[in-house]
């Protein structure tokens, strides 16, 4: 029996998202005898596997066919079915520049090989599975045939409306890439950036860089550094003698240096990096916004077990609006770097309960800051749904592996498109899926060994989880004169979309899960009974509006304004937070004077601002930090943390609901 560590960092805590539990390979193999695979997910993996064994064409679409030719194996575009027809206008019109070139490369056979899957009766029905989706144009598991269905499919939705379990599925066979953007104009970026790149009016360097974070007691990234990120750069500079690459080594891997490498002046042209992924609480402001951001070598480890803040680590906000991402291509490794399902997989699994960690599934904002940037956007991202694993980069907690990657890497350095450089991945999914479920069918649990077991669940959880954000047909934009970064300008955007602004809104199922917006704070805001009580004010109007009467403020004026001097000073009180530890040998005597404790030793002191900024001194014993008096401390912290987010919640909605007192 072996320990297994959990990737992805608590921004709460500064330690794994679980806390302290300890995961063993015993406890991880019960799970695995009670995994369910789907016969069609079960299907898909055997015929997936048997034509990896025959080698005549060991994946993608049928044989005759060539995968790297939209003309000889088709695209196709994937809407919702329930997105409002105004909102399929706009991002059809944003997508043309995109949607022609795709549908010119289709060639003569077009009407097959170009799709666009839009509409209630063609788009993609809401709890419709991979095989039903398919079903619908006469087909089913095995190589993909263009007659039928294309190779290369983009999908256009969120993870709320077009499931990330339907991506996997479709992409165990097919070469899928998803985009989903809030604004008109950053698809409009994006697919201006992908044809431009296509038709070599923007090339870069042929330059690869590789990021690999060894964070200080850190088995994780500390693996990831040594065993997946220094080989992979070794076997380019070997192999790949015109290609310029860059080993970021751990002691420069900072976040001020990830921003030279993403965006800056060294911005390559396929970037690699490998990293915990933050994680957030579901109620915390910062999740929708920097899930998934890349916490850099700049976090001192998880024996500090501090809460994490901005400055730790690289967000799509530290993508600077003058950054020359344009024509890149890049891989997170990282818990949560593509995106965020409503719910927790590994719990559900693990413990049979639901644990929801977002108000709702969505794609990370990093990968979709870098492909709408406005001065030209990255071409795509290869990125980790949900929890990344050690399973990527050890089988079997015995032997590192990483033929997969770089496999992977060998593709796009070598001109292949994204979808086709993905499909290691597949292939590697399919392969331990079967294993996993023949290991479990064929033998009982007596002669199971238990970590070979949990190394299967845990390769099988992990490879599936790879996601590619963009269109999948795109690929390395290089050349021997690549584009200079200053002939690069901002995408204008035509008056057409602009026009459309109007009549778009993302997709009507997104946020179904989140309370509706009335508040500042993005939550529904109650009315505390104070419409009522003015609703009898003698100078308020008869209609109840709570607007003040002809001649007079009466009381609701001077309620407002009394409550108006409250709520400032209670904010002001908020913006600022101080946690403070004290230890005595005598409580008898300790006295509470002025705010402070006399006859008592102050032990730990945590000061945290509005903007996250935190300031800690934490306690030492003998040289080394008090973990039992910290312990205690970061309990008090986060509690405090609770309390004053509920203030702030209060405030925002009572001053929300005093507002609304004058309206409809």
């Not at 170009?114 to 087909?139: A, C, H, M, P, W």
């Not at 991402?325 to 997170?332: I, K, N, P, R």
């Not at 032990?603 to 312990?631: F, H, S, Y």
Request: hydrophobic share 40%.
């Amino acid at each position: 029996m072996t320990d297994l560590f959990l990737n992805g960092i608590d921004a709460d805590t500064g330690g794994p998202i679980d806390g302290d539990m300890v995961i063993t390979s015993e406890m991880i193999a019960k799970v695995a005898r009670g995994e369910t695979i789907s016969q069609d997910e079960l299907d898909d993996a055997r015929k997936r596997r048997s034509l990896d064994k025959t080698k005549v064409k060991n994946y993608g679409s049928i044989e005759g066919t060539d995968d790297d030719d939209l003309g000889s194996v088709g695209w196709s575009v994937v809407f919702p079915a329930s997105l409002p027809q105004k909102s399929v206008d706009g991002i059809k019109e944003a997508l043309k520049p995109l949607l022609d070139l795709r549908k010119e490369q289709a060639g003569k056979q077009t009407e097959k090989y170009y799709k666009e899957v839009i509409g209630k009766d063609l788009g993609y029905q809401n709890g419709e599975s991979k095989n039903d989706f398919l079903k619908r144009f006469d087909t089913g598991p095995g190589p993909a045939d263009p007659d039928f269905f294309p190779y290369y499919s983009l999908i256009v939705g969120s993870p709320e409306t077009i499931p990330f379990t339907f991506q996997y599925q479709l992409d165990v066979q097919y070469a899928v890439g998803r985009i989903y953007f809030d604004k008109l104009e950053d698809y409009y970026q994006y697919a201006s950036s992908v044809v431009a790149a296509e038709q070599k009016k923007m090339t870069r360097a042929r330059k690869a860089a590789f990021f690999g974070v060894a964070n200080p007691d850190d088995m994780a990234t500390g693996m990831s550094s040594k065993e997946l990120v220094k080989p992979l750069a070794d076997g380019v500079k070997a192999d790949y003698k015109d290609w310029t690459v860059d080993l970021i080594k751990p002691e420069n891997a900072t976040k001020a240096n990830l921003a030279n490498y993403i965006g800056g002046a060294k911005t390559p042209a396929l970037m690699f990096s490998a990293s915990h992924g933050m994680s957030f609480k579901p109620d915390d402001p910062r999740l929708l916004r920097h899930a998934g951001a890349l916490l850099t070598q700049d976090w001192p480890g998880q024996k500090a077990r501090m809460p994490i803040t901005d400055s730790l680590y690289f967000s799509a906000d530290d993508i600077a609006s003058d950054a020359d991402v344009a024509g890149m291509v890049a891989f997170v490794f990282a818990c949560y770097g593509g995106g965020m399902p409503r719910s927790d997989n590994f719990y559900r699994q693990f413990f049979k309960q639901k644990k929801d960690i977002a108000p709702y599934a969505f794609l990370a904002q990093l990968p979709l800051r870098l492909l709408s940037h406005p001065k030209g956007g990255a071409l795509g991202v290869f990125a980790h749904v949900e929890r990344a694993w050690g399973a990527s980069i050890q089988w079997d907690e015995t032997v590192n592996d990483v033929r997969t990657f770089k496999s992977m890497v060998s593709a796009l350095l070598n001109g292949k498109t994204a979808g086709v450089a993905t499909e290691y991945f597949n292939s590697r999914y399919a392969e331990i899926s079967t294993m996993l479920t023949e290991e479990l069918d064929m033998t009982t649990p007596e002669m199971q060994d238990d970590i070979k077991l949990a190394g299967m669940w845990t390769s099988n959880n992990d490879a599936r989880n790879y996601t590619f954000i963009g269109d999948p047909a795109v690929r390395l934009a290089v050349a021997d004169k690549p584009t200079p970064a200053s002939a690069r300008t901002i995408i204008q955007i035509p008056a057409a979309i602009t026009t459309l602004t109007a009549g778009f809104q993302p997709d009507v199922s997104d946020r179904s899960a989140a309370a509706p917006v009335k508040s500042a704070d993005g939550s529904q805001a109650t009315n505390y009974g104070f419409l009522d009580a003015f609703k009898k004010d003698p100078a308020a109007p008869a209609d109840g509006s709570g607007s003040p009467g002809v001649g007079g403020g009466g009381a609701l004026k001077n309620f407002v304004e009394k409550l108006g001097n409250y709520l400032s000073k209670a904010l002001d009180d908020a913006s600022s937070l101080e946690v403070t530890t004290y230890v005595a040998s005598d409580l008898a005597s300790v006295q509470y004077e002025g705010g402070k404790f006399t006859g008592a030793e102050l032990r730990a002191l945590t000061r945290i601002n509005i903007d996250g900024d935190t300031q800690v001194c934490l306690p030492e014993k003998d040289g080394e930090i008090d973990m039992t008096v910290w312990g205690i401390h970061l309990e008090m912290v986060k509690s405090a943390q609770s309390n004053r987010a509920e203030l702030i919640k209060n405030i925002v909605n009572a001053a929300a609901s005093i507002a609304g007192i004058g309206g409809k």
